[in-house]
C-alpha cells in the first residue's frame, strides 16, 4: 500500500534519513518505535510532502508520490495527524470538524461525511457546539483523528497520540484506531508507548539513526529481546509517567 525505498532527506543540508526503506499492507496498523531524535516524525513529514527529499523513492499503492505537496498526498488519500495538540481551542467542535474538510471542493459532502464521522464519534456529537479547549485530551485527540477522516482518507498518519494521556483514555484512542482499521484504513502510527501500541498492531517498525531497523510482526516484535531492551524495559521512563497516571 505504501513503501518507502531507500529514502534520504532532512532539513537544509542536515541527513535525517538515511536511506528508509519498507512497506506497509493495506487494512494494517503498523507501529514505528525508536528512541528520541530517531526520525520517526521526519519520515511521517517525508510521506506527507513536507520534508526536503533528497534521493529515495515513496509509492503510495504502486505510485510514485515522492516529492508530492501535502494537498496532492490528501489528493491522494493520505490524512497526517501530526504530534501534540492541534485543535484550534476557540472554535467548536463541529467548526473544527469543518476545518478537515475546507480544502474539498463539494462541501455539501463535506457535512454529510461530518455527520457519518460524529456517527463513528457519539461523544463529538454530544459536544458539538462546545469550545474544543473544553474538551479533555484524549477527547481532542478523537477530534484530530476524526477531523483527518472527513477526506475520506486510505491512509492515515499519526504521530504519538497518546502523548499525554492517561492509559484508559490511551485504550479509546487505540479502539477508535482498530475500528478504523477494521474499516479498511491503512494506519501508521509513531508511539513512545512501545508495548501498548504494539499489542494493538498489526507490524511494529524500530527506527534508528534514520533507518528502519527491524520491522515485524507486532506479536513477535514484542517478544524480541532486543525490543525488548530498548523500548519495553528499562528505557522506557516515559512510559513510567503515562502509566503513573
Ligand atoms: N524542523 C527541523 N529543523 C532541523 N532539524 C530538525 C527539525 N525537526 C527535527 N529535527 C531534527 O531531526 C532529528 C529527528 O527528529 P524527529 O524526526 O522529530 O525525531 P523523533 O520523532 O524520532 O523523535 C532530530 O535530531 C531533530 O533535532
Ligand atoms: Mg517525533
Known sequence: MLELRDVYGGYGKITILNGVSFKIPAGSITTVIGPNGAGKSTVFKA??????????????????VTRQTPRQMIAHGVTYVPQGRNVVPQLSVYHNLELGGITAPDQAKVRQRIEAVMDQFPMLREFRNRKAIELSGGQQKQLEVARSLLLDPKLVLIDEPSIGLSPNIVQEVFHTLICLRDNGVTILMVEQNAK????????????????????????KLLVDTRVGQLFLGGHVHENAAVNAH
Do not use: C
Not at 49 to 63: F, H, P, V
Not at 200 to 218: F, I, K, N, T
Open 47 to 64: 510521506i506527507f510532502g513536507l520534508l526536503q527529499i533528497q534521493s529515495g523513492q515513496i509509492l503510495l499503492e504502486g505510485k510514485d
Open 196 to 219: 501498548a501500541a504494539l499489542a494493538m498492531s498489526d507490524y511494529g517498525l524500530v527506527l534508528e539513526l534514520g533507518q528502519a531497523r527491524l520491522h515485524d510482526e507486532a506479536k
